[in-house]
Every structure is written in structure tokens, then in C-alpha cells.
């Protein structure tokens, strides 16, 4: 049974930092591109940022560039989302995602190429 939990989240304020963990198992780690998303009250989940199944390459959308690092663990079934800066319209649920790919090097950004989600980590950014 494939299980993703997310950890992290929190209240934080304006212009400050908060780093998301997603913890799997379940699955061959290695095997799957790793994402993220959010999704805040009344909109459609959007992507923020990927990561290939060598955490070679990582992709992000334009509106955290420069702000946000994603990184994964493979020995340890981890990915991480770093989110400096964070603007108060970020505020959301954030999910983590896991899309078997054979491409080593892949960085989906479309929900449906994910097979697996977690539950989400809320975060809160009080202005």
C-alpha cells in the first residue's frame, strides 16, 4: 500500500520560510518523479514544483522560481519543498505526489501523471 505523508506545514508570517517534507511508502522510491502541488479555498489544485526520479533535474512554476527548492532523499523515501519568501496568497494545502516514470530524468507537471497523492499540510501566511 502506497503511502505519502506530508509534514511542515504551519503558520508563518509574510516574507518567512517553512520547509514541507513528504515522507513515502510502499513503493520503490526511486522509480517515480516526485511533486508538489497546492491548492487554496475555491481554486483547482495547481502544480509548484517537481523533482525527477534522480533529483537531477527539478522544475518549478513561474510564480516560486528563485524561492522554493524541492530536493529528495532516495535512501531515506524524502522529498523536501523549501519556501522562502512565502506571500500570503500562498497560502493553501500543499500535496505531495508521486508519477511512475520510466524517463530517469522526467519532471512531470500535469496531475494526471501522478498515480499517488498524499492528504496535504496546510499553510497558513498571515500579512
Known amino acids: 500500500q502506497v503511502q505519502l505523508v506530508e509534514s511542515g506545514g504551519g503558520l508563518v508570517q509574510a516574507g518567512g520560510s517553512l520547509r514541507l517534507s513528504c515522507a513515502a511508502s510502499g513503493l520503490t522510491f526511486s522509480n517515480y518523479a516526485m511533486g508538489w502541488f497546492r491548492q487554496a479555498p475555491g481554486k483547482s489544485r495547481e502544480f509548484v514544483a517537481a523533482?525527477?526520479?534522480?533529483?537531477?533535474?527539478?522544475v518549478y512554476a513561474d510564480s516560486v522560481k528563485g524561492r522554493f527548492t524541492v530536493s529528495r532523499d532516495n535512501a531515506k523515501n524524502t522529498v523536501i519543498l523549501q519556501m522562502n519568501s512565502l506571500k500570503p496568497e500562498e497560502a493553501a494545502f500543499y500535496y505531495c505526489?508521486?508519477?511512475?516514470?520510466?524517463?530517469?530524468?522526467?519532471?512531470?507537471?500535469?496531475?494526471?501523471?501522478?498515480?499517488?497523492w498524499g492528504q496535504g499540510t496546510q499553510v497558513t501566511v498571515s500579512s
Open positions: 523533482i525527477s526520479r534522480s533529483g537531477a533535474i527539478d
Open positions: 505526489a508521486a508519477g511512475l516514470h520510466s524517463n530517469y530524468y522526467y519532471t512531470p507537471k500535469l496531475r494526471g501523471e501522478y498515480g499517488y
